[in-house]
Nanobody, 121 residues
Framework: QVQLVESGGGLVQAGGSLRLSCAAS????????MEWYRQVPGKQRELVAG???????NYSNSVQGQFNISRGNAKNTVYLRMNSLKPEDTAVYYC???????????????WGQGSPVTGSS
């Protein structure tokens, strides 16, 4: 099994910055892709940033130029740096990893527990 643990959420004033972390542990052979999603009550979970194993990144239009996804020196860790936060960035943020294991074939998706982020006006 694989576990993802997030940290770094909280309350920040509009215009401030916050960094989320997500660390994976368990039976990991390779991580194919790391992603960050966010969700507000009553809406679908939205993909905001992703990074493939080769390092290429992509962002949703709503956070392009504002958020940055990066991989830690410990390769099983991913960060989301959120700058110039706005009230509309308020959501619960989730990390998602596509993981290959030596114990099963094909990648499987695993989710973090969610990190509430509030941008106050």
């Amino acid at each position: 099994q694989v576990q993802l643990v997030e940290s770094g959420g909280g309350l920040v004033q509009a215009g401030g910055s916050l960094r989320l972390s997500c660390a994976a542990s368990g039976s990991i052979f390779r991580i194919d892709r790391m992603e960050w999603y966010r969700q507000v009550p009553g809406k679908q979970r939205e993909l905001v940033a992703g990074m493939c194993s080769g390092g290429r990144t992509n962002y949703s239009n709503s956070v392009q130029g504002q958020f940055n996804i990066s991989r830690g020196n410990a390769k099983n860790t991913v960060y989301l740096r959120m700058n110039s936060l706005k009230p509309e960035d308020t959501a619960v943020y989730y990390c998602n990893f596509q993981v290959q294991s030596q114990f099963y074939s094909g990648p499987r998706a695993y989710w973090g527990q969610g990190s509430p982020v509030t941008g106050s006006s």
